[in-house]
């Protein structure tokens, strides 16, 4: 079983940065595809950003293209979520995710990841 847990969120101004993290106590870890999802109020739950062992890479949804940067440190057993230039719109729930798995593309749905954290609030003011 891969345990999860998420850090870094908070209240921040529109424009400002924040960098989540997500670590695990399982040696596993390497061996997963990871991801970042978000949930709003009212909303389905969505993929920010999703990665993918057997060769498609990083990928960023398009409202986190040019603004969300992920890292991954397998050594400590971590991946993070640098977001900058946060806008209102950014305000959720952030969950990191994972599955042992190598796909050849990225996975963005949620049904397709097995292990969750329990999410970090994210709150942007105008």
């Known amino acids: 079983q891969v345990l999860l847990e998420e850090s870094g969120g908070g209240l921040v101004q529109a424009g400002d940065s924040l960098r989540l993290s997500c670590t695990t106590s399982r040696r596993t870890f390497g061996q997963t595809e990871v991801a970042w999802f978000r949930q709003a109020p009212g909303k389905e739950r969505e993929f920010v950003v999703t990665?993918?062992?057997?060769?498609?890479?990083?990928c960023y949804s398009d409202s986190a293209k040019g603004r969300f940067i992920f890292s991954r440190d397998n050594a400590k057993n971590a991946m993070y979520l640098q977001m900058n230039s946060l806008k209102p719109e950014d305000t959720a729930v952030y969950y990191c995710?994972?599955?042992?798995?190598?796909?050849?593309?990225?996975?963005?749905?949620?049904?397709?990841?097995?292990?969750w954290g329990q999410g970090t609030q994210v709150t942007v003011s105008s």
């Open positions: 995710a994972a599955r042992v798995s190598r796909s050849v593309v990225c996975m963005s749905k949620s049904d397709e990841y097995t292990y």
């Open positions: 990665t993918s062992r057997g060769g498609g890479g990083i």
